[in-house]
């Protein structure tokens, strides 16, 4: 008998379709398929979000606590905190990202990494060594003897140790617009006879307000989430009162409240924030060229020494120096086992933690890589939403869920490992999409297809092509999200399960009790964690700045 080769190719193409899995059949390819999966990580990452709203909503007297006395007290400090905030980092960021853009002075490469250190240092740590300093029994008041100091355990003293923290923020913003914009802008300045102070005030900061207005955002996001500094310096800001509403009266509803009011405050800012770095992207790359310092004379040079120093020792070296003269070299048995096991736990949930949300971040990134609709765009932004809201507000969320599906189902849902990881996830996951998706953009799309067409599969393709190029963006994103997991205070307060400490809690346990020298090693370890990425930062910073100067 004859076969034809038509009926073999047949019978060859039926057992082949009968043999292939179900996972790789043609739906689980399809773009319906990966729009329904995006949905489902967004709705998951997004829930914490709409339980905030819908619990405030179902509240009794929705939005009341919100609007009443104590509601706007919170309210009120919360913006008053802001703009005190935000006039502060603005002029010191600005100031010194001009000072270091534009002019030539000794020291000068030194402080284009200096001028970032603050952020290695976290700001409930830098309020407890400034309490420690300021007080009435500490260092300064040793030294001068019964003269009363302002207090600083008060709202400007709030504003004084965040602007201190936060200032980097428009710092590294202003930099990188100086060091982008063309030197053309202040060479014809300077030709129609203005001066170089008119010529950057008038020409620069006007240009560079897109890259300012985003700087600020995210500073006064930061402000606006803090708990730590506002708690123990006894303001009443929106973050407090979160804390205080649900702790202090169990009342999740009211919490819920101030939570929503928070998460609108920083929706606004985030806005900001985005329209900051679309003006930044709109800047004329033809023009571009780097500005020629100006050379300071011998007096405008130590005055240009003094203004970048003093953020310097006001917001790394006295707070890292005053942990340093507290650390007793020899702990206790019983200091020494806390620590180890606040260590332990601080490593297990940030590893845990960086390798869920970098696994969902390449799943993201990939999905960004792909799909181009309008949908798929929307449903990304949601799922990246959670690095710009604060800790507070994911973790009263997640309450709220906890507490809803613990009514539906009859089981008492208590928080626990798996909840703070969830929060973490939904917390910090942006931070490791932007670094992957970044890492992803040195992958020409073209380099897949010619694989492809060389019978190259995706796991193929994947560890031959994309991984060596991308890993360094894959493993920086990690650490970061690592080190904000370990610094993060206000969701693992909330969250932690019973007796679960890490080096965030154990710090704010210690220090709330007066025991800054018991906190003091577990502080010194978060500030190396911080150093970590706050170096990396500076020296990308420098050498932009380098390379266009």
């Given at each position: 008998?004859?076969?034809?080769?038509?009926?073999?190719?047949?019978?060859?193409?039926?057992?082949?379709?009968?043999?292939?899995?179900?996972?790789?059949?043609?739906?689980?390819?399809?773009?319906?398929?990966?729009?329904?999966?995006?949905?489902?990580?967004?709705?998951?990452?997004?829930?914490?979000?709409?339980?905030?709203?819908?619990?405030?909503?179902?509240?009794?007297?929705?939005?009341?606590?919100?609007?009443?006395?104590?509601?706007?007290?919170?309210?009120?400090?919360?913006?008053?905190?802001?703009?005190?905030?935000?006039?502060?980092?603005?002029?010191?960021?600005?100031?010194?990202?001009?000072?270091?853009?534009?002019?030539?002075?000794?020291?000068?490469?030194?402080?284009?990494?200096?001028?970032?250190?603050?952020?290695?240092?976290?700001?409930?740590?830098?309020?407890?060594?400034?309490?420690?300093?300021?007080?009435?029994?500490?260092?300064?008041?040793?030294?001068?003897?019964?003269?009363?100091?302002?207090?600083?355990?008060?709202?400007?003293?709030?504003?004084?140790?965040?602007?201190?923290?936060?200032?980097?923020?428009?710092?590294?913003?202003?930099?990188?617009?100086?060091?982008?914009?063309?030197?053309?802008?202040?060479?014809?300045?300077?030709?129609?006879?203005?001066?170089?102070?008119?010529?950057?005030?008038?020409?620069?900061?006007?240009?560079?307000?897109?890259?300012?207005?985003?700087?600020?955002?995210?500073?006064?996001?930061?402000?606006?989430?803090?708990?730590?500094?506002?708690?123990?310096?006894?303001?009443?800001?929106?973050?407090?009162?979160?804390?205080?509403?649900?702790?202090?009266?169990?009342?999740?509803?009211?919490?819920?409240?101030?939570?929503?009011?928070?998460?609108?405050?920083?929706?606004?800012?985030?806005?900001?924030?985005?329209?900051?770095?679309?003006?930044?992207?709109?800047?004329?790359?033809?023009?571009?060229?780097?500005?020629?310092?100006?050379?300071?004379?011998?007096?405008?040079?130590?005055?240009?020494?003094?203004?970048?120093?003093?953020?310097?020792?006001?917001?790394?070296?006295?707070?890292?120096?005053?942990?340093?003269?507290?650390?007793?070299?020899?702990?206790?048995?019983?200091?020494?086992?806390?620590?180890?096991?606040?260590?332990?736990?601080?490593?297990?949930?940030?590893?845990?933690?960086?390798?869920?949300?970098?696994?969902?971040?390449?799943?993201?990134?990939?999905?960004?890589?792909?799909?181009?609709?309008?949908?798929?765009?929307?449903?990304?932004?949601?799922?990246?939403?959670?690095?710009?809201?604060?800790?507070?507000?994911?973790?009263?969320?997640?309450?709220?869920?906890?507490?809803?599906?613990?009514?539906?189902?009859?089981?008492?849902?208590?928080?626990?490992?798996?909840?703070?990881?969830?929060?973490?996830?939904?917390?910090?996951?942006?931070?490791?999409?932007?670094?992957?998706?970044?890492?992803?953009?040195?992958?020409?799309?073209?380099?897949?297809?010619?694989?492809?067409?060389?019978?190259?599969?995706?796991?193929?393709?994947?560890?031959?092509?994309?991984?060596?190029?991308?890993?360094?963006?894959?493993?920086?994103?990690?650490?970061?999200?690592?080190?904000?997991?370990?610094?993060?205070?206000?969701?693992?307060?909330?969250?932690?399960?019973?007796?679960?400490?890490?080096?965030?809690?154990?710090?704010?346990?210690?220090?709330?009790?007066?025991?800054?020298?018991?906190?003091?090693?577990?502080?010194?370890?978060?500030?190396?964690?911080?150093?970590?990425?706050?170096?990396?930062?500076?020296?990308?910073?420098?050498?932009?700045?380098n390379s266009k100067g």
């Amino acid at each position: 008998m004859f076969v034809s080769l038509p009926d073999l190719q047949g019978s060859a193409d039926k057992m082949t379709h009968e043999r292939t899995p179900i996972w790789k059949s043609s739906f689980w390819k399809s773009p319906l398929w990966k729009t329904l999966t995006l949905a489902a990580v967004a709705l998951c990452l997004a829930a914490p979000i709409g339980a905030t709203f819908m619990g405030g909503l179902a509240a009794n007297g929705a939005g009341a606590y919100l609007i009443s006395t104590i509601g706007v007290q919170y309210l009120s400090g919360t913006l008053v905190l802001c703009a005190l905030v935000g006039a502060g980092a603005l002029i010191i960021g600005a100031g010194t990202a001009m000072i270091v853009s534009l002019t030539d002075f000794p020291g000068r490469r030194f402080f284009v990494i200096a001028l970032v250190l603050p952020f290695a240092i976290p700001a409930y740590v830098a309020a407890y060594t400034y309490a420690d300093l300021l007080g009435p029994f500490g260092a300064v008041a040793s030294l001068i003897g019964p003269t009363r100091l302002p207090e600083i355990r008060s709202l400007p003293g709030v504003a004084f140790i965040l602007t201190l923290m936060t200032y980097p923020y428009v710092y590294l913003a202003m930099s990188a617009s100086l060091a982008g914009r063309s030197g053309a802008l202040m060479e014809t300045a300077r030709a129609l006879g203005a001066s170089p102070v008119k010529a950057a005030r008038k020409i620069l900061l006007g240009a560079g307000r897109p890259a300012l207005a985003g700087g600020l955002a995210l500073a006064l996001m930061e402000t606006a989430a803090d708990y730590g500094v506002a708690d123990y310096f006894g303001a009443k800001t929106l973050s407090v009162g979160i804390f205080r509403t649900w702790y202090g009266l169990g009342d999740l509803g009211a919490a819920t409240q101030l939570a929503a009011g928070l998460f609108l405050m920083v929706l606004l800012l985030v806005l900001l924030e985005e329209a900051g770095r679309r003006g930044q992207s709109a800047e004329n790359a033809r023009v571009q060229r780097g500005t020629k310092r100006i050379k300071l004379s011998a007096p405008h040079a130590r005055l240009a020494i003094m203004a970048c120093a003093t953020p310097v020792i006001l917001g790394f070296l006295i707070p890292a120096g005053i942990l340093l003269a507290k650390l007793d070299p020899e702990l206790s048995v019983g200091a020494a086992h806390g620590l180890a096991q606040s260590l332990s736990n601080t490593a297990l949930i940030a590893s845990a933690g960086a390798g869920i949300a970098i696994l969902i971040a390449l799943m993201l990134a990939y999905a960004a890589r792909q799909m181009k609709s309008p949908m798929g765009k929307i449903l990304l932004r949601i799922s990246t939403l959670g690095y710009a809201i604060p800790g507070a507000v994911i973790a009263i969320g997640i309450l709220t869920l906890t507490a809803g599906l613990s009514r539906a189902t009859g089981t008492a849902i208590a928080g626990g490992v798996a909840v703070l990881l969830y929060a973490y996830v939904a917390r910090f996951l942006t931070a490791g999409y932007n670094a992957v998706s970044g890492g992803l953009t040195q992958v020409s799309p073209q380099m897949d297809a010619i694989a492809r067409s060389l019978g190259a599969g995706p796991t193929r393709i994947w560890t031959q092509i994309h991984w060596p190029q991308t890993r360094g963006a894959i493993l920086a994103g990690a650490a970061i999200i690592a080190i904000d997991i370990a610094k993060e205070l206000p969701a693992t307060l909330l969250l932690r399960p019973f007796n679960f400490e890490t080096l965030s809690t154990r710090i704010y346990r210690l220090a709330s009790d007066e025991r800054l020298a018991d906190a003091a090693p577990a502080a010194l370890l978060l500030i190396a964690l911080g150093l970590v990425p706050t170096l990396a930062l500076s020296a990308l910073t420098k050498h932009k700045s380098n390379s266009k100067g």
